[in-house]
């Protein structure tokens, strides 16, 4: 399942999150909540399970999201407005963070930022953050695991992402041999039970439907490898030049920046 886009009838979004949202709590609180982001994402079951309750504005181009949350602002109404920026990630991806053209983005992100708090009203606070950093790898560096994977004929699926794979298995009691079989390519990944991840806290509180959605393994890369299984992972997974989803600095490091407040 993509969670951006991989909904359906058989994933409800209130059971795969049923947490109180950002959202529902400012609402809560008597504020106004909005989600300005492109039209894509208007009644995904996404935005549904992270943002449920605000109003959706519909913004394609940069120049129309940031009209639109300067339009609130200007308002003076209590808002909570939340406004969402994919390019540069879907470019870095594609060329990379330390291309040109990736830098250009940013330059010209900065100058759209710069241009839309210098337009609002004094009172009103911006946070600019991001989700993921970004790691950049090379061809040489991507393991397909397939013949790892398959020799204790336990794995029933492999999802996650390309720098941590999630490794689901048909037989718990085979977790330690599934581990053993991994052992040789240590030096590219750490293998984790997720039930020592989640005895260390790494997800807060999970509850037991999330649980249940949990693999028994999780496949954390080290240095710039990549990880695959070429069942499971889309060919144009394999032409990206960036990744994220491990525990490097570069990929859980994301700015904060706080103006107004």
């Known amino acids: 399942m993509n969670l951006l886009v991989g909904w359906n009838e058989r994933t409800d979004p209130l059971v795969w999150q049923p947490r109180e949202t950002v959202s529902e709590r400012a609402l809560a609180l008597g504020l106004e909540c909005n989600v300005v982001a492109a039209s894509e994402y208007r009644g995904t079951g996404y935005s549904q399970a992270t943002m449920r ?5 519909s913004a394609d181009s940069w120049q129309e999201k940031f009209e639109a949350a300067r339009t609130i602002a200007n308002s003076k109404r209590q808002s909570l407005t939340y406004l969402y920026i994919p390019e540069l ?11 040109s053209g990736w830098a ?4 010209e992100l900065d100058s759209a930022l710069r241009s839309f708090c210098e337009k609002i009203p004094k009172d009103t606070g911006v946070v600019i953050t991001a989700d993921h950093g970004m790691i950049e790898t090379a061809k040489p560096r991507q393991l397909v695991l397939d013949d790892c994977y398959e020799k204790s004929g336990s794995v029933q699926f492999v999802g996650g992402d390309t720098r941590v794979n999630y490794v689901y298995l048909d037989n718990i009691g085979a977790v330690d041999q599934v581990a053993a079989d991994l052992e040789p390519l240590s030096y590219a990944f750490d293998t984790v039970k997720t039930e020592d991840a989640i005895a260390a806290n790494w997800f807060g509180e999970v509850l037991q439907p999330a649980r ?12 710039d490898f990549t990880l695959y299984h070429s069942k499971y992972f889309k060919s144009r997974s394999f032409d990206m030049v960036a990744h994220h989803g491990s525990l490097s600095p570069a990929e859980i490091r994301v700015p904060l920046i706080r103006i107004g407040f």
Do not use: V
């Open 212 to 223: 249940d959605r949990f693999p028994e393994l999780m496949l954390l890369a080290k240095s």
């Open 104 to 107: 250009a983005m940013l330059e």
């Open 89 to 99: 990630d879907k470019y870095g991806h594609q060329s990379g963070w330390s291309s």
């Open 53 to 57: 309750g605000a109003n959706f504005i």
